[in-house]
């Protein structure tokens, strides 16, 4: 089915309108006209080819959100008109030990990206949500809570899970003290969902003049990275660190304000690790460095309904997909607090 969309076609091309084929429903297909669709940091990368990997075309957008138009005779659990949603996965192996667990963010028989993936029956690529409508297999759609703001809990998909699934994985919750680094998409999810699970939560900054922000979305505590005597005062404090800065960053001094047996999580991708992280405090203390990767469909359905329970949503602001490459441009500047969502209604009327 010819499908209008918006992709790049070389990586100096920036986003424009385009046409991409989606295939006729499987049995186990659903079928969903996208309303909104959050725009990750991953995308800029996917679509400017930074990491060397996309394969033009690519349609880009992996939070997406929507409702059921058709379903495959297979499928029992989604009807028409249900509003549904799609993350960073549109299907895997199935048959590893990942898959089995409900883990298919670690499926090592190869799991398919919703865009720059290639499906396992037809040998297709994938294309993402920037688009009126996607199909998808069952296995990899989950219910959205009437309780959740739709256009809001688009980057729930991608940057909610990022941070709930290493959250609940190391079991933070009451009487812990997490420190949240860096306030960006993730890290102010972090810091929401990390105090909703009942953590004392304190943020790390580089500015001081995030520290109102921080206590807005739910900080205790505020410590500015850069001073040296708030860093030394935390020396020892923290049961648990979750790291959302994605670039290169001195680890050592986060981790010494770990407690013994304390946990770095890094959910960022600081490649590489600059300056060499020092073993010593890790040995002494016996801290642990970890890194978790998304969720698999079970923990995305469990932390939709967890943020539908305690209201959290993601701070977004709304963008015409017609402004992309502008949105694109301010992500690459910082200026977005704290996710844009394309709000699909232009494209769909054409």
């Not at 990997?53 to 349609?59: E, G, H, L, R, S």
């Not at 029992?76 to 192996?93: H, I, T, W, Y």
């Not at 089995?100 to 396992?120: A, F, H, K």
Request: with cysteine; hydrophobic share 35%.
């Amino acid at each position: 089915m010819s499908t209008r969309a918006y992709g790049a076609e070389s990586d100096t091309s920036g986003v424009a309108p385009l046409e991409i084929e989606r295939r006729d429903l499987r049995p186990d297909d659903v079928r969903i006209e996208i309303d909104y669709c959050g725009i990750c940091h991953t995308d800029l990368h996917f679509v400017h080819n930074d990491w060397g990997m996309t394969d033009y075309p690519v349609v880009p957008g992996h939070e997406i959100i929507g409702r059921v138009t058709a379903v495959g005779e297979d499928v029992k659990q989604f009807a028409v008109g249900d509003r549904v949603g799609v993350g960073c996965l549109v299907d895997s192996c199935r048959k590893c030990h990942a898959c089995e667990e409900g883990l298919e963010q670690y499926c090592t028989g190869g799991n398919v990206l919703t865009y720059n993936g290639q499906d396992l029956h037809d040998g297709s690529k994938t294309y993402g949500g920037y688009s009126e409508a996607i199909v998808v297999s069952d296995r990899f759609v989950v219910q959205v809570p009437d309780a959740l703001d739709p256009a809001a809990a688009a980057p729930l998909l991608c940057a909610g899970i990022t941070t709930y699934s290493p959250l609940k994985h190391f079991g933070v919750g009451e009487g812990h003290r997490v420190g949240v680094i860096g306030m960006g998409g993730l890290g102010h999810m972090g810091v929401k969902l990390a105090r909703a699970l009942g953590a004392e939560v304190t943020l790390f900054t580089r500015s001081s003049d995030k520290a109102a922000e921080g206590k807005r979305q739910g900080a205790h505590q505020v410590i500015v990275s850069t001073d040296d005597e708030q860093m030394a005062a935390a020396v020892g404090h923290f049961d648990f660190l979750l790291d959302t800065v994605p670039v290169a960053h001195d680890l050592n001094p986060y981790i010494a304000t770990l407690k013994h047996d304390g946990i770095h999580i890094l959910v960022g991708m600081p490649e590489p690790i600059d300056p060499p992280l020092d073993a010593g405090p890790l040995i002494f203390g016996r801290r642990a460095l970890a890194g978790s990767l998304i969720g698999g469909l079970p923990e995305t359905q469990e932390c939709l309904d967890f943020c539908a329970e305690h209201g959290i949503e993601c701070d977004i602001e709304m963008l015409d997909i017609k402004n992309i490459n502008e949105a694109y441009e301010r992500m690459q500047r910082g200026d977005v607090r704290y996710r844009f969502v394309i709000d699909m209604k232009s494209l769909k009327e054409g």
